[in-house]
Structures are given as C-alpha cells and as structure tokens.
Nanobody
Framework: QLQLVESGGGLVQPGGSLRLSCAAS????????VAWFRQAPGKEREGVSC????????QYADSVKGRFTVSKDNAQNTVYMQMDSLKPEDTAVYYC??????????????????WGQGTQVTVSS
C-alpha cells in the first residue's frame, strides 16, 4: 500500500525559496499521478500542482504558475516541488497525494488519496 511522507517545509521570508519532498514507500511512483495540495487556516484545501506518471507532464494552479515547479525522481521514488518567489499568501500546510493512474496527463481535479501528514510552510518577515 502506497504511503507518502512530506518534508521540507519551514519559515521563509517573502521572496524566498523552499523545496518540498514527497517520499513514497510501499509502491513505486512510476504508475501514480501525484499532486500537491495546500490548506491555509480557515480555508478549503486547494490543488497546487500535479505531475503525470508518464513523461512528467504537469499542471499548476494559476496562483503559483511561474513560481512553483514540480518534478519526479523515479529512482528516489520521490516527488519534489520547488517553490520560488514565495508570498505570505503561500502560507499553508502542504500535502501530497497520489492516484494509481498511468497516464501522460494530470489534473488537479482527480480523486487523489494516500495523503501524507503534511508539512507547514510559513512565509513571513
């Protein structure tokens, strides 16, 4: 059974960068489409980015396009999200989820599961 563990969160100043990791165990990610979601206090969980199981095609929320980059290392069985030019409104708990879906595309609207425990990202001066 697939298990996901997020890491890499922390406190960063506006304009700074962080790289989040989503490490998988129990299954290999080469057959899974993986997504990053986030949830800020008092707000609903929202999709941030996703990466397809094949060819690494991606999709991003409009709010992070051009600032966040999602990638996958099948050898490490890990998905990463590089976050640059961070803004205070990026403050949230970030979660990764996956769906068993061998495909060349991904969509943030898929029914992802196997959620990790989340990692806190705080952008503040």
């Amino acid at each position: 059974q697939l298990q996901l563990v997020e890491s890499g969160g922390g406190l960063v100043q506006p304009g700074g960068s962080l790289r989040l990791s989503c490490a998988a165990s129990g299954a290999t990610l080469d057959m899974y489409t993986v997504a990053w979601f986030r949830q800020a206090p008092g707000k609903e969980r929202e999709g941030v980015s996703c990466i397809s199981s094949r060819d690494g095609n991606t999709q991003y929320a409009d709010s992070v396009k051009g600032r966040f980059t999602v990638s996958k290392d099948n050898a490490q069985n890990t998905v990463y999200m590089q976050m640059d030019s961070l803004k205070p409104e990026d403050t949230a708990v970030y979660y990764c989820g996956a769906i068993l879906f061998p495909s060349y595309i991904c969509r943030l609207t898929y029914e992802y599961g196997s959620w990790g425990q989340g990692t806190q990202v705080t952008v503040s001066s």
